[in-house]
């Protein structure tokens, strides 16, 4: 009967599970970290260890600061490389193979080329073609060799994870929320989005989809131990002669890529998905179509323009 009344309480008395978050700046974007437990004390020390986690990979993977690992590789050429940059490489050339290198680490001479890391981004007129035609000649994934945990590039390459740090970055960090027993958790990391399991009312985590021409949004996807990427040529930009160039380069041409305005992708780790969307942005959306339909595990919605609109150009499961 003791007993009996002791179980009773305990379950009177088991603390409901409650929402934590905390947002900090990392990886050249706003991070947002969510999460639901019924330990205070774990979660305290959940937020503080994700944190330390964002700013360490910042120290790694982020080319803006000259003392990143991912600098001293394009500087040094041949490096001992950290799991994570490991990964990063990895990750990138399996999505450079799949996409027959329309995904390309090695793109970053064509972006400094056209100037998009420059703070103040502005330019009128299109490059020099023999420039571009130049840059291009230095950008080629299969001269990047993974060697046990050395990366090895060629002299005039240098390598850019702008299109997959976000995404793995995500991953790392929900990895490090698992290991302190979080269950139901949503990380942003620059609007790379990882959810696992339910909210404790038993709702999926749901995320939106912005339109990529006007404020508001175009949909709400359901999210559960899943993630999701989306690139778009609406954040940064320029306007030739009205026509837009955007920071997401076709590695063959060496110009922005065209076609697509906005791809989303829905995959089972950010890593991926970040990366197959920034390809799929560059295939556009007849090549992407082709790819994606032999990827069962994927979902994708493409939008581009059609007579100034914005239209689905392709989608599957969204
Ligand atoms: P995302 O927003 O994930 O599509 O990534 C865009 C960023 O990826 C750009 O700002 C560049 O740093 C980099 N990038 C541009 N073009 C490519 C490409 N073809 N392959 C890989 N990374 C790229
Ligand atoms: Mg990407």
Known sequence: MAVMHQIILASLFLAEPCSYSRSVQGLGSLCEITFYTEYEETAEIALDDAVAKIKYLDSLLSIFSPASEVSRLNTEKTLQASPELLRAVTASLQVSNLSHGAFDISVNPLVELWGFYRKKRKRSELPDSEIVKKACA??????????GDSVIIPKDMMIDLGGIAQGLAADIVMETLRKHGIRSALVNIGGEVMAIGRKPNGAQWHVAIKDPRRPGITKVVGLENQSMSTSG???????INGKRYAHIIDPRSGMPAQGC???????ENTA???????AVFVLGPKKAEALLKTLPDVKAIIYVEKKGRVDIGYSKGL
């Open 138 to 147: 230095s950008v080629d994934y299969r001269k990047i060799v993974v060697k």
């Open 233 to 239: 040529d609406y954040e940064k930009f320029f306007m």
């Open 261 to 267: 305005i906005s791809v989303t992708i829905v995959a």
């Open 272 to 278: 991926y998905a970040d990366a197959l969307a920034t």
